[in-house]
């Protein structure tokens, strides 16, 4: 069975750091495009950055650059982000999700889907 278990999320502090991490089983990251979104209340789902494990091409929303880090670690089958210098409007559910297509911001181009954790960020 083909799951991505996302976690790591919870409560800090403005100006803190967060690490997530998405685990996938059933299948293995390598020729995948994998992304993490997030959605805020009353808001649409967005597309905050992606990797592509086939060629290790990456993408920033630039409301992340500077601050947000993906990474992967193939051993554990595991891709990572690194959020730092959190503000409010980084609250919100953050999602992986992964696409045997290519790297990409559409929420619709993903077939497999973490079940989300809650990020707050108090100020």
């Known amino acids: 069975e083909v799951q991505l278990q996302a976690s790591g999320g919870g409560l800090v502090q403005a100006g803190e750091s967060l690490r997530l991490s998405c685990a996938a089983s059933?299948?293995?990251?390598?020729?995948?495009?994998v992304a993490w979104f997030r959605q805020a209340p009353g808001k649409e789902r967005e597309g905050v950055l992606c990797?592509?494990?086939?060629?290790?091409?990456?993408y920033y929303a630039d409301s992340v650059k500077g601050r947000f880090l993906i990474s992967s670690d193939d051993a554990k089958n595991t891709v990572y982000l690194q959020m730092s210098s959190l503000n409010s409007e980084d609250t919100a559910v953050y999602y992986c999700?992964?696409?045997?297509?290519?790297?990409?911001?559409?929420?619709?181009?993903?077939?497999?889907w973490g079940q989300g954790t809650q990020v707050t960020v108090s100020s």
């Open positions: 999700a992964a696409t045997g297509g290519f790297l990409s911001t559409d929420p619709d181009e993903y077939e497999y």
């Open positions: 059933g299948f293995t990251f390598d020729d995948y495009a």
């Open positions: 990797i592509s494990n086939s060629d290790g091409s990456t």
